[in-house]
């Protein structure tokens, strides 16, 4: 049987999490939580810099600049390659196709684990970052119709390249979560959950947001009442 009802997801999956470039929490408090190519639209960015940075591999961090929204970073795709990915893409799609598909999503963590993994990653664990932690019911119930859920960690190709293709993200009511959840023995069965675009209402779900520094939190932000 396909599908899982938001309700059961939210009570295995009780909390979501996003990390963030540090210092990004006023900026998402005015704009919300925006996938790469919102930003890019907000702070209007166009011809061969938008190409480059929406369609092409980002090997390091970008920051953009505009004369009233101030800067914001675009985060690189470290963990992930052109090699990697033409090794396992399937489905007729390129590395092009692949990274316009993430570019176009908000991403969450399932669990505190994967959080932590990308957290203490050779290329972020000496940086400091912001951690979201968000209420899943909440955010379901107003945007369940925009969510996909993925089995694999799709902006990676490394140290594995897993298969992934055009279902690699499916909706709630497509998603095969008895059968993932069997294969993996109740663990990982899902590991994203994303949002197409943006999530501009991102603080009605936000539980707390800290800063990190060493994998550990050691700021709090903010803390929802």
Do not use: C
């Amino acid at each position: 049987m396909s599908g899982i009802r938001a309700d059961d997801f939210s009570e295995r999956f009780p909390l979501l999490f996003h990390m963030a470039e540090a210092g990004s929490w006023p900026s998402i408090q005015r704009h919300g939580l925006l996938s790469t190519s919102a930003l890019l639209d907000l702070f209007e960015v166009r011809g061969e810099q938008r190409v480059a940075l929406e369609a092409r591999h980002r090997p390091e961090s970008v920051t953009l600049y505009h004369p009233r929204h101030g800067t914001a970073v675009v985060r690189d795709q470290k963990p992930m390659d052109d090699a990697g990915l033409l090794r396992s893409l399937s489905g007729g799609l390129s590395p092009t196709d692949w990274y316009q598909l993430l570019n176009a999503r908000v991403f969450f963590w399932v669990t505190h684990e994967r959080l932590t993994k990308l957290l203490n990653a050779r290329a972020y664990r000496n940086k400091r970052q912001t951690v979201l932690t968000l209420d899943t019911a909440r955010l379901l119930a107003r945007h369940e119709a925009r969510v996909m859920l993925s089995p694999l960690n799709s902006g990676a190709t490394k140290p594995s390249a897993w298969p992934r293709g055009p279902d690699t993200f499916l909706p709630m009511v497509r998603y095969p979560f008895s059968s993932w959840d069997q294969r993996r023995k109740r663990r990982d069965p899902v590991v994203e959950l994303t949002v197409t675009y943006s999530v501009p209402d991102i603080r009605d779900f936000v539980l707390r947001v800290e800063e990190y520094a060493g994998g550990k939190p050691d700021t709090l932000l903010f803390k929802a009442r």
